[in-house]
């Protein structure tokens, strides 16, 4: 027999800001628990299940400086957003190489690899100037043949791409389960099915080998607390991608890594974002 789910409701911030602070803000609130962003005519709208109400208000007392700044709570039923995402989104293209689309794209003209995306409660549509940046890392870092670990994978953009870019294996998991779901679909949508995708985090698998590539599009916390083993997964001469933290934030995390036998390869920026490419000595 089958039981009815119970209902699950979201908490929802509604913000209203300056278009140029509509980034920061997100990335601010972000740390406060709320895990999705939809962008409207005057700001934006975030969504979390337990997000902490007393940090975001602690964020908006913060900014008090911004003008118009007014943020709303509500409560809302958890739900698809694909429709209102469909509404608004348009192809991605990085460095004429990459393309991502939704399903109902029509394609102008063919690009190396091609990724369709069609997100649900989950992050990563390469919209946003990280997961741009990590297509972007991608494109100059060898997956042919490799085993490949996507940490927090979201919609799974990053482990498709790495299947694309001829991985031979793809360990891709995130902590929330319309993300693993999510990526699971898009896993499939793009017909890669060396991609493995599960419900967890770093640490809750062992491995009976290390990783030649490591892509973790996070945030700049959690990526320093996760330094040491993400560094502990990865192989010798294996190589770290990470984005998620500001161009301000560069020299931390470089720092961070080079405590553990990390050396930075290059790094990429894009509106104040940045992501950095490290290697295993």
């Known amino acids: 027999m089958n039981e009815a ?12 800001c300056p278009p140029d602070h509509s980034e920061i803000l997100m990335a601010e609130i972000a740390e406060a628990g709320f895990d ?36 709303r709570f509500d409560q809302v039923e958890k739900q698809n957003w694909n429709e209102e995402w469909e509404k608004n ?48 890392a991608q494109l100059s870092v060898d997956h042919a043949g490799k085993y490949v670990m996507d940490a927090g994978c979201g919609t799974g953009i990053l482990a498709v791409m790495a299947s694309k870019r001829g991985a031979t294996r793809v360990d891709a998991f995130d902590i929330d389960e319309w993300s693993v779901e999510n990526a699971r679909e898009n896993v499939a949508v793009n017909h890669c099915h060396n991609v493995e995708v ?15 590539v490591i892509l973790a599009n996070i945030n700049k916390n959690i ?31 470089i720092a961070a890594g080079r405590a553990h036998g990390l050396r930075k390869v290059t790094h990429y920026e894009r509106e104040g974002w940045a992501s950095l490419v490290m290697k295993n000595e």
Do not use: C, N
């Not at 989104?89 to 063919?110: N, S, Y």
């Not at 069609?118 to 741009?132: E, L, R």
């Not at 599960?198 to 030649?212: D, I, P, S, V």
């Open 89 to 136: 989104v348009e192809p991605v293209i990085v460095a004429d190489a990459v393309l991502v689309r939704a399903a109902f794209h029509q394609l102008a003209k063919p690009y190396p690899y091609e990724i369709i995306i069609t997100p649900k409660m989950s992050f990563g549509t390469g919209h946003h100037p990280t997961t741009h940046l990590m297509l972007q």
């Open 5 to 16: 789910h119970a209902t699950v409701y979201y908490t929802r911030l509604t913000v209203i």
């Open 36 to 71: 999705t962003f939809l962008e409207t005519d005057h700001g934006f709208e975030a969504y979390g299940e337990q997000p902490s109400r007393e940090s975001a208000t602690a964020i908006q007392e913060k900014y008090r400086h911004i003008q118009p700044l007014l943020f």
């Open 198 to 212: 599960w419900l967890g985090k770093l640490g809750m698998r062992t491995y009976e080998h290390r990783f030649a």
């Open 223 to 253: 990526l320093l607390a996760d330094m040491p083993a993400l560094a502990s997964h990865l192989e010798p001469q294996g190589m770290l991608l990470l984005s998620g933290f500001y161009s301000t934030d560069l020299d931390d995390m």
